[in-house]
């Protein structure tokens, strides 16, 4: 396959969001820099790999200015450069990635590892990003305040930066945003926003944790954005993935982990999943099939979970998990415009998870994990469904975020609806609390059988009625 036959069926997808207007975005130039001090910290190289891994998703031209350093990162060998130049050209074998220890010439924009860099106040294409522990930061023109405390080995803050930092530079090179200076600052603990981090809430993050038995239904765009985010923890598991997909050209542009070679073999995606942790304290388990298909040949009674991570939306998902009586499940999709969101599931104490997508299964409608809705054709056809190469990411992040949470004595911490917009800069999170709605499937389940199911459950503690 030639690089332009390539490159359209990668970015069939993403083009249908940009249309005619904006479809150079992909030969852009990008340029990252990171300084010495930041490029041997923990949060200094996952801001950089996480940059770098999205960058390569849509950007056919990247240079990378950063000294190499050891890897402080988990389950990783070689050094920092070495990763990098490897995962880029994995992912995009077409693109060009430089490494180089001045940028010449002129990048279209100048995306900067860490708020301090003083290029970035004399550049109108410069963008900084930051992040430690729970918080993540970015913005145009040196930031303020005061730098961050790093090496907390907490992955959440740092990476929720660099996909702040690339939709900004998305946005630019599609003609979204204009230069703008300006600083935001969020924490992933809480979701509180604010322009000086020294406001936020940055908790405690448990760098070793027993996840439990977790199944993983759904292993496209958000699901294997997940597994990678995982294996740069050192948490442990055993985790089941669970999906009937082979790869295609198309999830390329909005998994952190798939590559080239996955789609021309047309690997199947939890497969994939199962041998990226295989190398870590996790212990993997792939099915490939469907939920249905799983709990049919024996395997939810076999092996009940503690936890149940949904990114899967088709062949009944969500029926037939919420049919078996869950345990804690959460959920995360994307939306039509640009949007993330999350939801939790607490048996008997939160809505379930059909309550959250009835609605979408009454009225056939599907949301597609990584894909947002555009137009629809005048002429009757099929909806037309697009994907950006930052929002799956985003969202596998806040899934990471709520399960690092459950470590915490204040679980739950925040609302059990999340939801973020990537369409602007300016944005902030919504958040809701959904008690019980008792949908058609959960309105009629036993509470004496819940809790006979679950009782055996890692997290069986947070069911039932909220304190008072």
């Given at each position: 396959?030639?690089?332009?036959?390539?490159?359209?069926?990668?970015?069939?997808?993403?083009?249908?969001?940009?249309?005619?207007?904006?479809?150079?975005?992909?030969?852009?130039?990008?340029?990252?820099?990171?300084?010495?001090?930041?490029?041997?910290?923990?949060?200094?190289?996952?801001?950089?790999?996480?940059?770098?891994?999205?960058?390569?998703?849509?950007?056919?031209?990247?240079?990378?200015?950063?000294?190499?350093?050891?890897?402080?990162?988990?389950?990783?060998?070689?050094?920092?450069?070495?990763?990098?130049?490897?995962?880029?050209?994995?992912?995009?074998?077409?693109?060009?990635?430089?490494?180089?220890?001045?940028?010449?010439?002129?990048?279209?924009?100048?995306?900067?590892?860490?708020?301090?860099?003083?290029?970035?106040?004399?550049?109108?294409?410069?963008?900084?990003?930051d992040g430690s522990g729970w918080l993540a930061g970015f913005g145009s023109g040196r930031s303020s305040v005061s730098e961050?405390?790093?090496?907390?080995?907490?992955?959440?803050?740092?990476?929720?930066?660099?996909?702040?930092?690339?939709?900004?530079?998305?946005?630019?090179?599609?003609?979204?945003?204009?230069?703008?200076?300006?600083?935001?600052?969020?924490?992933?603990?809480?979701?509180?926003?604010?322009?000086?981090?020294?406001?936020?809430?940055?908790?405690?993050?448990?760098?070793?944790?027993?996840?439990?038995?977790?199944?993983?239904?759904?292993?496209?765009?958000?699901?294997?954005?997940?597994?990678?985010?995982?294996?740069?923890?050192?948490?442990?598991?055993?985790?089941?993935?669970?999906?009937?997909?082979?790869?295609?050209?198309?999830?390329?542009?909005?998994?952190?982990?798939?590559?080239?070679?996955?789609?021309?073999?047309?690997?199947?995606?939890?497969?994939?999943?199962?041998?990226?942790?295989?190398?870590?304290?996790?212990?993997?388990?792939?099915?490939?099939?469907?939920?249905?298909?799983?709990?049919?040949?024996?395997?939810?009674?076999?092996?009940?979970?503690?936890?149940?991570?949904?990114?899967?939306?088709?062949?009944?998902?969500?029926?037939?998990?919420?049919?078996?009586?869950?345990?804690?499940?959460?959920?995360?999709?994307?939306?039509?415009?640009?949007?993330?969101?999350?939801?939790?599931?607490?048996?008997?104490?939160?809505?379930?998870?059909?309550?959250?997508?009835?609605?979408?299964?009454?009225?056939?409608?599907?949301?597609?994990?990584?894909?947002?809705?555009?137009?629809?054709?005048?002429?009757?056809?099929?909806?037309?469904?697009?994907?950006?190469?930052?929002?799956?990411?985003?969202?596998?992040?806040?899934?990471?975020?709520?399960?690092?949470?459950?470590?915490?004595?204040?679980?739950?911490?925040?609302?059990?609806?999340?939801?973020?917009?990537?369409?602007?800069?300016?944005?902030?999170?919504?958040?809701?609390?959904?008690?019980?709605?008792?949908?058609?499937?959960?309105?009629?389940?036993?509470?004496?059988?819940?809790?006979?199911?679950?009782?055996?459950?890692?997290?069986?503690?947070?069911?039932?009625?909220?304190?008072?």
């Open positions: 396959m030639n690089k332009s036959d390539w490159l359209t069926r990668r970015d069939d997808r993403t083009l249908k969001i940009v249309g005619p207007q904006g479809s150079g975005y992909q030969d852009c130039s990008v340029a990252v820099t990171v300084g010495p001090e930041l490029a041997a910290t923990y949060e200094g190289q996952i801001m950089t790999l996480l940059s770098v891994n999205i960058l390569s998703r849509w950007c056919n031209q990247v240079y990378l200015n950063c000294p190499d350093a050891p890897l402080l990162l988990p389950n990783r060998s070689a050094s920092l450069n070495d990763l990098l130049e490897d995962l880029y050209r994995q992912a995009n074998p077409f693109g060009n990635f430089t490494v180089t220890a001045e940028v010449k010439g002129t990048p279209d924009y100048h995306l900067f590892i860490g708020g301090q860099n003083k290029q970035v106040d004399h550049l109108n294409n410069g963008i900084w990003i961050l405390t790093y090496n907390k080995h907490n992955p959440i803050g740092p990476a929720f930066a660099a996909c702040l930092g690339v939709a900004e530079v998305f946005r630019r090179a599609i003609g979204e945003a204009q230069p703008d200076r300006f600083s935001s600052w969020y924490s992933l603990f809480d979701f509180e926003h604010s322009e000086d981090h020294s406001t936020l809430s940055d908790a405690s993050y448990p760098d070793t944790f027993d996840l439990g038995r977790v199944y993983e239904v759904g292993c496209g765009a958000i699901g294997s954005s997940f597994a990678y985010l995982l294996s740069l923890t050192n948490w442990r598991s055993t985790i089941h993935f669970i999906d009937f997909d082979p790869v295609d050209y198309p999830n390329l542009s909005s998994s952190l982990l798939f590559t080239a070679q996955h789609a021309e073999q047309q690997t199947n995606k939890a497969q994939i999943c199962q041998e990226l942790l295989a190398t870590t304290a996790h212990i993997p388990h792939a099915f490939d099939g469907d939920y249905s298909q799983f709990v049919e040949q024996g395997q939810l009674t076999k092996y009940p979970p503690d936890l149940i991570v949904c990114f899967a939306n088709d062949r009944n998902v969500w029926s037939t998990i919420q049919a078996n009586y869950p345990p804690l499940t959460f959920h995360a999709t994307t939306t039509k415009s640009w949007g993330i969101n999350f939801g939790r599931h607490i048996p008997e104490r939160e809505w379930c998870i059909m309550c959250r997508f009835h609605k979408e299964v009454e009225h056939t409608y599907v949301p597609v994990c990584g894909q947002v809705e555009v137009p629809k054709p005048k002429t009757p056809a099929q909806e037309t469904l697009a994907i950006l190469p930052f929002l799956s990411p985003a969202s596998a992040i806040i899934v990471l975020a709520e399960l690092a949470k459950l470590d915490s004595a204040s679980y739950p911490v925040n609302e059990n609806f999340i939801e973020y917009s990537f369409k602007r800069h300016r944005g902030f999170f919504l958040s809701t609390n959904n008690g019980p709605k008792r949908c058609y499937v959960c309105k009629d389940q036993s509470q004496a059988i819940y809790e006979m199911i679950s009782s055996s459950s890692k997290y069986n503690y947070l069911m039932g009625s909220p304190p008072a």
